[in-house]
């Protein structure tokens, strides 16, 4: 059978789709039409436009072989970030300093040999962007573009398919009718799911479809009327509904029938709360992606004005189905709110005249989590705080979308250099790099501070991505702005990521004379912790100038400093260097013992990045000399490591030795397959190798394209690079026994 990649990336819906299934079929009709190239689900919030067209995604994935994306623009406010936000999720770097809108545009030019599926969710608040779609299908005969929005995008060529509400039942209907309604099936399912006793009946079939068509048939409001089953009997709910619905013709005109008819829904379940409820209510619809129990204490509650214990009035919402829980384990649970309602509750929010005063709260919460990250951390503690940021990911951009728009840079300043860390580590690359610029604009010729760590952090980025010529720049106005200060310690940083930014271009003289400079400083200032890193740093680029001599005496001497800090993961990192030294020197028996110390020095600090950089050196040596059962081992626990961690750097790393281990072994299918998952994952990241190792792995490579035909060559490629990133991991960590048809499964 022919292979289908995997290039799909969709949210996994947590319920079955019930009702749709001629929408489904047409919508699916539509986007296989050549003739149609994009395709806009309209109608009101809580339509089940998203739901439907995950499913039609999902349906038809394996006729898009070029991929399909889902891009949930629900956190985006501004529509400058639509490409961005596209990018991030299609694997594009920002580099040379092009605007994203181009190299979204390029990325989608060049994958014009395979359709793609973009999949925009959520677009209504953002329409300014319809021309940014418009250009996106110009550009490519194989991009369709379906789009969930409340409003069409009134662009050339649209076709708009407005999702209606589910199919109204009647009670006059048998029972036998009625069961098969969709509304109805809804309504039962979600009341079972608050009511396990529950159960349709001929006895309360009738009620049940008078509730439903009550509600107009809409999901989101079938929904909320099924989880009052829990405390109100039917006929009960039924009252509410009546008095609740009147209001609709008093309703305002100039929005759509439907909208109106949810609102009102929604406004029925706000009235039944107490005015505790109310107030905790609209002031959550702050956070986006949910939050804990201790954020909504922290950031609703801080005039203590709710009159009620915080966890009751979260057990009362969470009760009525206002906001959903999400467990985490043995973590504390999150709590979240449909967007319809979070958008009510948003309006509610500022006709309380609440929206300011919540909203910087939830900003300095922000912050605090934020800068929780800055001091030096045990490993353990970073990996907790960086699983936190994770989870507030959405929490923070918003906050930054708020100071931004509100022009407090002072806390923008102080969110955008605590997120550093998390940017870099979770490899948030470009979405760490629009920040950090767009704060230097809006800053102009003020803080000066603070200017001199965006660019330094803007260097470390750029040159994360690859690019160069702006790293330099970054840098070289952060060293600028550090000589002017007179700051000596930012004067020594400037010049060391200076030094690291010339050595990942291959510039090792220039490399090593800013390292040179950089220690000079230290020096000075008795930084000890500096001055070690510094030499580490020295020894590595001295090292591959075939400097040997310079390079032992700066790693021997790093050693002495580490020692008399009791600094072990310092320890073990130069004893890896020592290990690199011998190698490039040829004396493989010291380089295998310096690696092997230098592991076993890892793994007693608990370093366990250094472990797997260690295991991936060892991986190497073993590899060269021709032991490829060692060699295998080393890659693969190298690879486990990594993964575990979330370093996606790092994983991509294990794949390029295992692909040359798997050149070594005679199979050139699977170097090519691992080598093209690790190019795809770099891509995604914004986070090439440097040129040097990168040449090096080319030139291993080029003897796996030589041993192939063409055409195998080539599907061996896109072999690896359709795959995901798990199922690469998988693919990776088979024997030589499980290889064959492994990439068919």
């Known amino acids: 059978t022919e292979k289908v990649p995997r290039r799909i990336h969709l949210p996994v819906p947590r319920t079955s789709l019930i009702g749709r299934e001629q929408e489904l079929a047409a919508v699916q009709q539509l986007l296989l039409d050549p003739a149609t190239r994009l395709v806009t689900l309209t109608g009101s919030g809580g339509s089940g436009k998203t739901r439907l067209a995950l499913e039609v995604a999902g349906a038809l994935a394996e006729r898009f072989r070029g991929g399909v994306h889902f891009i949930a623009l629900a956190s985006i406010n501004d529509p400058a970030m639509v490409p961005a936000a596209i990018a991030e999720a299609v694997g594009i770097r920002e580099t040379g300093g092009r605007p994203v809108v181009e190299l979204v545009k390029d990325h989608f030019r060049e994958c014009s040999h395979s359709p793609v599926l973009l999949l925009l969710d959520n677009l209504e608040h953002l329409l300014p962007a319809s021309s940014l779609v418009a250009g996106l299908l110009e550009t490519s005969p194989a991009l369709k573009v379906l789009v969930t929005s409340q409003a069409p995008l009134r662009v050339y060529g649209e076709y708009e398919f407005p999702v209606p509400p589910l199919p109204l039942p009647h009670q006059s209907h048998s029972f036998d009718v009625l069961t098969r309604n969709p509304a109805v099936a809804l309504f039962a399912q979600r009341a079972a799911a608050v009511k396990p006793d529950f159960v349709l009946t001929a006895d309360n079939a009738a009620g049940v479809a008078e509730i439903c068509a009550r509600v107009d048939g809409l999901p989101l ?46 406004d029925w379940s706000y009235g039944l709360l107490s005015e ?63 967007e319809t309602i979070r958008e009510y509750s948003l309006e509610r929010l500022r006709d309380a005249g609440e929206e300011e005063a919540t909203k910087r709260s939830h900003a300095a919460y922000c912050l605090v989590l934020a800068e929780e990250g800055i001091p030096e951390l045990s490993e353990a503690e970073r990996a907790a705080w960086l699983a936190r940021c994770d989870l507030e990911h959405g929490n923070f951009r918003a906050a930054l979308d708020w100071l931004f728009q509100t022009g407090n840079l002072d806390w923008a300043f102080r ?15 470009t979405e760490g790099r629009a920040r950090l610029e767009n704060l230097l604009k809006l800053a102009g010729a003020g803080f000066g501070d603070e200017r001199a760590k965006v660019c330094l952090f803007l260097g470390a980025i750029t040159t994360a991505q690859g690019d160069f010529a702006a790293a330099a720049h970054f840098l070289e106005q952060s060293l600028w702005f550090y000589k002017d200060a007179g700051d000596q310690s930012g004067i020594a940083v400037s010049l060391n990521a200076l030094a690291v930014t010339a050595r990942d271009r291959g510039d ?35 090292k591959v100038r075939g ?49 092997e110390c230098a592991l076993l020095a890892f793994r007693e600090a608990g370093d366990r990045w250094g472990a797997a950089r260690s295991l991936a050196d060892l991986g190497s040596m073993a590899c060269e000399q021709g032991d490829h059962s060692a060699a295998q081992a080393a890659y693969r626990e190298s690879l486990e490591i990594f993964a575990a961690v ?38 995604r990241i914004g986070a090439p190798l440097p040129p040097a190792e990168q040449s090096r792995l080319d ?26 990133m798990e199922a690469a991991v998988q693919y990776s960590m088979q024997t030589e026994s499980a290889m064959s048809g492994s990439l068919d499964q």
């Not at 550093?420 to 979770?426: A, E, L, T, V």
Request: hydrophobic content about 45%.
């Open 415 to 429: 969110v955008c250099l605590a997120l550093f860390r998390f940017w870099d580590m979770r490899e948030h690359l």
């Open 547 to 595: 400097d040997y001599a310079r390079a032992r005496r700066a790693v021997l001497e790093a050693v002495e400093i580490f020692e008399e800090l009791h600094d072990r993961s310092g320890i073990a990192w130069s004893l890896n260097q020592q290990g690199d030294i011998a190698r490039e020197e040829g004396d493989v028996a010291a380089s295998r013992a310096f690696y």
């Open 221 to 266: 409001a079938i929904e909320l009327a099924a989880a009052r089953v829990k405390m109100l009997p039917l006929g009960a709910i039924l009252a509410r509904l009546q008095s609740r619905l009147e209001l609709l013709t008093t309703g305002a005109r100039d929005v759509p029938e439907r909208q109106r008819t949810l609102r009102n829904t929604i």
């Open 508 to 542: 090792y003289l220039t490399a090593q004379n800013y390292f040179e400079e950089s220690l000079a400083c230290w020096r000075i200032l008795s930084d000890r912790v500096a001055t070690a890193r510094c030499l580490h740093n020295l020894a590595n680029v001295a």
């Open 276 to 338: 505790g409820e109310q107030k905790l209510l609209r002031r959550l619809a702050v956070f986006w992606g949910g939050c804990t129990l201790e954020a909504a204490e922290a950031v609703c509650n801080t005039r203590q004005d709710l009159g009620s214990d915080i966890f009751d009035l979260m057990s009362s919402l969470l009760d009525k189905s206002l906001i959903q829980q999400r467990a985490q384990g043995d973590q504390e649970p999150r709590f979240a709110m449909l």
């Open 646 to 683: 979330g370093h996606r750097r790092g994983i991509a790393r294990a794949w390029e030795g295992l692909a040359c281990l798997a050149l070594a072994r005679g199979d050139a299918v699977r170097a090519l397959s691992l080598a093209a998952a690790a190019a795809h994952l770099r891509q």
């Open 699 to 724: 030139q291993h490579l080029q003897l796996a394209w030589e041993s192939l035909s063409h055409g195998e060559g080539k599907d061996a490629w896109a072999e690896g690079w359709e795959m995901s």
